[in-house]
């Protein structure tokens, strides 16, 4: 038996990082908005700074919504998909920003004009064989202002490199123009991180400290970042980290018009006859609702989005929700983060206190800020130098040849060498491409009965292109900074479940190859919008999670100046 | 917090740890028996009391110290993953090893919480490792040299000890990465969750220890070597209680 509830003005399905910042404007401008998520409020008091329960166990996650989901993966339309370990994501309010790592990215120019800058740098010739990418249907330009509001909504510090044009060599200098500095400084360095910066001057490039949404000083009336070490996969027991169920989520409660229901799980969104969204279906324990809304917005993660709507079939959509041009799932792709590069070095680093999101950044490698013509690929990858070492990690460490990984003669090495070691992160250009896909996979389900997704998805030739040159860099790198051993990950090939998952519903002008418009809301179903990195056509080199939110509000602001049109 | 009701118990399983202690770590080494009938067993933990194979499971020469110390693992089991769990983290002149860190009821209680779909991998593995050392060495696991010992954990490592009728499931090599996994978490993760007694895998890492604010002149203490390390659990921090 179905409970239908009072109608609303909006329904957003997942109070997450994009979620939870779209609530905020609409809240703000009266409008009645209802937020379904499928886990519960979870505080500082839960985030022990705990490796095992972090980094090792379910952490205190006490819906597991996402991990029974977990999609399904395979390399090729050719092979078998088996399903995921583990899923990604989190359920909470707040989503995965309660435990990201929280790095605040805004997107380089260039890859919102990959097909028009490539075409005229290069040649037309030069877009890889088989990707579908296609440009942003507007440029870095008109998400500024978005950029701007959320890096003061949501807390982001961070060393400006581009003031209107003005270039500051503290910052990234290869950054778009801002229209004013971070809010707040960014985060502190280490001598580890000194060093690693003197050493990237020294080979010429460009090093600065990276953007977090993390506080680097009081805001909003919460502390500074107390370093405490154990900040990737942790939430933070001093709310230094700006999650969006501290920061823009109870603000929007506060304003009286957001309600946000707890351990909603959302199945399907209903459709009229005519074609537009009714309202959402979703579950707590045995208990089934349909709210009304005016308007739907959906902001769960990539493959939930993909699945919602691929779940949603009805006489107006008998391929899913807002598929009648066949293209929800496609353009989907993982960001290229792994191909790392692992450095020993015969000194200690004093690892122990620091957090993913402080560090030191390299660009000079990175979009298209260095000359490609005789290069075999285009796009590059952000060099990343950070803090990151918790003691079970580190006694797991690469011996790299000197001794085996147990025993006696490992406890003296391990005694030695616990703090010299490093790992790189570098993130790379990838593109959508014709055969990666996700769609509803044939055998797996849920406990629910419902598909779980199925990921088929490969990098190709320039994303492995792209890894090899970079490892080359990051080896120079360490070996400036002193490095005695170097160890690479292999290139990549089977894309997987990620935790930056993009594509799916892509954002574009023309509805034969987009789901969503420019601002977000759908070719087909006027009163359905979608947020989240499911709308982005490309990755850049950099962490989606603030191009999300930009566009997240940007979608919501559209909404409250043309509720007419798309509401009613 | 709300959501942690019905999640942690009255009586943390950190309050019976400090009064049961290193002395339980100690109970779980074979040879340690007579040592350890004298003190309190380390089962009281309120989530793991009354599960399990206690007692009746166990042959009855070897069940007096183990049936009241472990709840997942038969005698027989913890004798030989005792053994081998003593060659990859061994006592030493550099320090105390994973028997001595508790890492035996690490694993033991691990068994009853997240990792209980592991139970089964253990059971069969660890009767694989001792079949594998009856064909290829002449005797049970726990009954070789320290040197023999490491060479059947070297063959297990690599999965050179996958044969036929020895019952690795999967492969030795997963047999042996899920119990070095586990271990490893066991000594140098959090006490409250039964290893790590003693701090001793912090101890061997040097690693200064859980804190929840790090000030620039700490880091600048580390960085000079000069800042004392902490030794507290992260939940002795009252907050997270």
Known sequence: MTTQLRGTDVVIVGMGAAGGVAALPLAEAGLSVVGLEAGTWLDQRDFAPDEIRNNYRDWPMLVKKAEQERPTSRATSATRANQIGGHPMMNAVGGTTLHYWAQSWRLNPWDFQVVTETTARYGASRI??????????????????????????????????????????????????????????????????????????????????????????????????????????????????????????????????????????????????????????????????????????????????????????????????????????????????????????????????????????????????????????????????????????????GTYGQSRNWGSAWKRFIHENSDRTHGSYIQKTTLPYEDNYLDLDPTVTDPLGLPVIRITGQFKDNERAIAGFMQDKMEDWYREAGAIEINRGGLGNTMGASTHAYGGTRMGDDPETNVVDRWGFSHEAPNLGVLGASVMGTSGARNPTLTSQALAWRTAAHLVESWRDIAE | MTDSNGRRPAISRRDLLRTAGAAGAAALVPGAVAAATEVTPATASPEVAGQGPVGSALPAETAPFVARALTNLTAREAEILSAMVDRLIPSDEMGPGALDAGVLRYIDRALSEAESDAADAYRAGLAALDTYSRYTRGGPFIDLSTVDQDSVLIDVQIGAATGAGVGFVGGSGSFFNMVKSHTWQGMFGDPEY???????????????GVRLGVSPQDQRDLEAGQLEPVRRSAYDYGMFE
């Open chain 1, 128 to 397: 890889p064989y088989g990707s579908t990418v296609e440009d942003w249907p507007f440029g870095y330009d008109e998400l500024e202002p978005y950029y701007d509001r959320v890096e003061r909504e949501v807390g982001i510090s961070g060393q400006a490199g581009n003031v209107r044009g003005r270039i500051n060599s503290r910052g990234n200098r290869f950054e778009g123009p801002r229209e004013r500095d971070f809010p707040m400084p960014p985060l502190r360095w280490t001598a580890f991180h000194d060093r690693m910066a003197e050493a990237a001057r020294s080979l010429g490039w460009s090093p600065f400290p990276g953007p977090a949404a993390i506080n680097s000083e009081a805001y909003q009336n919460r502390p500074g970042c107390g370093y405490h070490g154990f900040c990737n996969k942790g939430g933070c027991p001093i709310n230094a980290k700006n999650a969006t169920h501290i920061t823009t989520i109870p603000r929007a409660v506060d304003t009286g018009n957001l309600t946000v229901i707890t351990r909603a799980h959302v199945t399907t969104l209903e459709v009229g006859s005519d074609g537009r969204v009714t309202g959402v279906n979703y579950v707590v324990g045995s208990n089934e609702y349909f709210q009304p809304a005016q308007v739907v917005l959906v902001a769960s993660y990539t493959y939930e989005n993909v699945r919602m709507l691929l779940l949603s079939k009805s006489r107006a959509y008998p391929d899913g929700l807002s598929n009648n041009h066949g293209q929800v799932g496609r353009h989907y792709f993982s960001h290229h983060q792994g191909a790392g590069v692992g450095a020993f070095f015969p000194y200690d680093l004093n690892s122990w206190y620091g957090l993913p999101a402080q560090g030191v950044a390299v660009d000079d490698w990175a979009d298209d800020n260095f000359d490609h013509a005789d290069l075999g690929f285009i796009g590059g990858g952000n060099l990343w130098i950070m803090s990151d070492r918790r003691p079970i990690s580190a006694a797991n460490m």
């Open chain 2, 194 to 208: 039964g290893g790590n007694v003693n701090f001793a895998g912090w101890d061997l890492l040097d690693y200064p």
